[in-house]
């Protein structure tokens, strides 16, 4: 990721204007209460405990360290939403990028998880990974299922009442997994090269 691309703007469905960037040094308390502000049992399926101070600190030095990138989303200084893309250098998975992204709940609904995909998409071709991964509960990301698929995401498996919720009841799990250099898929069976695809993103998600 260079810096020079950053930061970027993007107006979300109702018009408001946010900041994307990666995440910094400072960004440490705004992202504590980003996470203050998501509802627990969102955060139970993240894959990791982001009220960790630790986990928070290892995002800031993920590019670093070889392990990925973030992107956050701000608007006034507020962190209205984190995308992490976590890779490693090691072995037979090491052309694999997994995502996971997190929005404030007053900012959900606003296109603003699937600007922020759209980010971590183009920095995953530029960073010469091979394929996208998301791990979701069926039911409960029902909504971004069909986003992720207008984004060339398939469904690749379902792995039945794999995960648990803080109640102890099972969900089944989807591997969402995108090969980045297939391109959106339209119905048709189309392919196109990845930089006519970042091109043709926006139009195709129908992001305004
Ligand atoms: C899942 C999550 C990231 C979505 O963020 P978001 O910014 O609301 O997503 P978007 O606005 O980009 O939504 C993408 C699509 O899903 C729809 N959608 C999202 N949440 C929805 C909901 N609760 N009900 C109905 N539709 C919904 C949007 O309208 C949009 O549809 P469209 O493209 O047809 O207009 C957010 O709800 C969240 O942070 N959840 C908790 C963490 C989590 O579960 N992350 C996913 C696993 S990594």
Redesign the pocket.
Known sequence: MTSGDYPKEVILRDGTGVTLRPVEEADARALCRLFDR?PEH?RW??GEDVRDPQVIQNWMSMEERGKGFSIASILEGRIL?LATLHRTHFGSKSHIGEI????DPE????????WMLLELINLAMSAELEILA?Y?AED??S??L??LK?LGFKAEAVLRSFLKDREGNLHNMVIMVKHLDIGLSNGDGFEKSPKTLISAIPAK??IQ
């Open positions: 998501i969102d399926f993240l939403g996971e992204i997190s929005v900012f959900r609904e606003r296109h603003l998880a699937t998301m979701l409960r990301d909504a971004l069909g986003s207008r998600a129908g």
